[in-house]
């Protein structure tokens, strides 16, 4: 009768019992972020969008949540009912009253009796323990002319400081008018991401597409391409919001001219049974008028945009004169 209780005692403090518990605590730190050189535009990073904080030095107040571990004592009744049901057994054993019982209590009382001790030794030394849900905040700063700083910040202290270090972007010759002129006919051109407007291609193949097209440019030796992170560093600190595509002329002009081009490359893929078009539209930024224009038919595919491209270029070089 008495192995038999202890035997429920044990399996109700198996099934009632639960190492740790959890609970949930929200906290607040204050966050100094600054940058080198001073001034640039600093966004703080979430899951899945990034929010503009403003210029370099900025402070903020971050709420995060902090995940307290909180051991249960009620624990140590399994090491002590399996220390019951340990000695239970061995009793049965030596007085050979019932050998299988006894077996089967020193068995299971002594599995109990170890996974107790393991599970009770290690909640206390993590008892009080504290995990951070989101373990770091990510920001980063930009600015006309460098290339774009990111950093992370851990959570826990109740103020912290960070730095974002932005590196110059190569400033080549080619983003320069003024080295332009001595070569003939030779244009500094702000190269604009490809418009999709069939809407049937991967933003990863427009990419490529887009850089094919400006390494062609570049070799033709009549255009002078502005480096595409400065034209992107320029979009972010004059439209003062995240990467998105400036299709606007108006939008155009005013990045091409901050970056110092001459001319803006505007370049569209269109549809046009039973193929595709690619067409490519350029500006004089000064006169906001157009210099040339382009077009190109193709198969729907990479290698046909590429055999575009090479048509694109070769009209537009032709064009100028080259």
Same mark, same amino acid.
């Given at each position: 009768?008495?192995?038999?209780?202890?035997?429920?005692? #044990?399996?109700?403090?198996?099934?009632?019992?639960?190492?740790?518990?959890?609970?949930?605590?929200?906290?607040?730190?204050?966050?100094?972020?600054?940058?080198?050189?001073?001034?640039?535009?600093? #966004?703080? #990073?979430?899951?899945?969008?990034?929010?503009?904080?403003?210029?370099?030095?900025?402070?903020?107040?971050?709420?995060?949540?902090?995940?307290?571990?909180?051991?249960?004592?009620? #624990?140590?009744?399994?090491?002590?009912?399996?220390?019951?049901?340990?000695?239970?057994?061995?009793?049965?054993?030596?007085?050979?009253?019932? /050998?299988?019982?006894?077996?089967?209590?020193?068995?299971?009382?002594?599995?109990?009796?170890? %996974?107790?001790?393991?599970?009770?030794?290690?909640?206390?030394? %993590?008892?009080?323990?504290?995990?951070?849900?989101?373990?770091?905040?990510?920001?980063?700063?930009?600015?006309?002319?460098?290339?774009? /700083?990111?950093?992370?910040?851990?959570?826990?202290?109740?103020?912290?400081?960070?730095?974002?270090?932005?590196?110059?972007?190569?400033?080549?010759?080619?983003?320069?008018?003024?080295?332009?002129?001595?070569?003939?006919?030779?244009?500094?051109?702000?190269?604009?991401?490809?418009?999709?407007?069939?809407?049937?291609?991967?933003?990863?193949?427009?990419?490529?597409?887009?850089?094919?097209?400006?390494?062609?440019?570049?070799?033709?030796?009549?255009?002078?391409?502005?480096?595409?992170?400065?034209?992107?560093?320029?979009?972010?600190?004059?439209?003062?919001?995240?990467?998105?595509? @400036?299709?606007?002329?108006?939008?155009? %002009?005013?990045?091409?001219?901050?970056?110092?081009?001459?001319?803006?490359?505007?370049?569209?893929?269109?549809?046009?049974?039973?193929?595709?078009?690619?067409?490519?539209?350029?500006?004089?930024?000064?006169?906001?008028?157009?210099?040339?224009?382009?077009?190109?038919? /193709?198969? @729907?595919?990479?290698?046909?945009?590429?055999?575009?491209?090479?048509?694109?270029?070769?009209?537009?070089?032709? /064009?100028?004169?080259?």
């Amino acid at each position: 009768m008495m192995s038999r209780l202890l035997m429920l005692v #044990w399996v109700a403090c198996v099934l009632g019992s639960s190492g740790c518990s959890y609970s949930l605590e929200q906290r607040s730190m204050n966050i100094n972020i600054d940058s080198d050189p001073p001034g640039a535009l600093v #966004w703080q #990073w979430n899951a899945e969008d990034k929010t503009q904080l403003g210029r370099a030095p900025v402070s903020i107040d971050h709420s995060y949540s902090m995940q307290i571990i909180s051991f249960n004592r009620w #624990w140590w009744l399994l090491p002590a009912v399996s220390s019951g049901m340990t000695a239970a057994g061995v009793s049965l054993l030596v007085s050979d009253a019932d /050998s299988t019982s006894g077996a089967v209590f020193t068995s299971v009382g002594f599995s109990g009796l170890l %996974i107790g001790l393991m599970v009770g030794l290690v909640g206390e030394l %993590i008892d009080g323990s504290e995990i951070p849900v989101q373990d770091k905040v990510r920001f980063s700063g930009s600015m006309v002319g460098f290339s774009e /700083s990111f950093t992370q910040v851990s959570v826990g202290p109740p103020e912290s400081q960070t730095l974002l270090t932005l590196q110059p972007l190569p400033m080549l010759s080619q983003a320069s008018p003024a080295s332009a002129q001595g070569k003939k006919d030779t244009q500094v051109v702000a190269v604009f991401d490809i418009r999709d407007q069939t809407t049937q291609f991967e933003p990863m193949l427009l990419s490529q597409l887009n850089d094919y097209l400006v390494a062609q440019l570049s070799r033709s030796g009549r255009f002078q391409v502005v480096p595409r992170q400065l034209l992107k560093a320029s979009m972010l600190q004059m439209k003062k919001e995240s990467y998105r595509q @400036c299709y606007d002329r108006t939008c155009q %002009i005013e990045l091409g001219r901050a970056v110092a081009a001459q001319s803006a490359l505007v370049t569209s893929i269109l549809k046009v049974e039973p193929g595709c078009v690619l067409s490519a539209t350029l500006y004089d930024l000064r006169t906001e008028t157009t210099i040339a224009g382009a077009n190109a038919k /193709s198969a @729907c595919d990479l290698d046909g945009l590429i055999g575009a491209a090479n048509q694109v270029v070769a009209q537009l070089t032709g /064009s100028l004169g080259g």
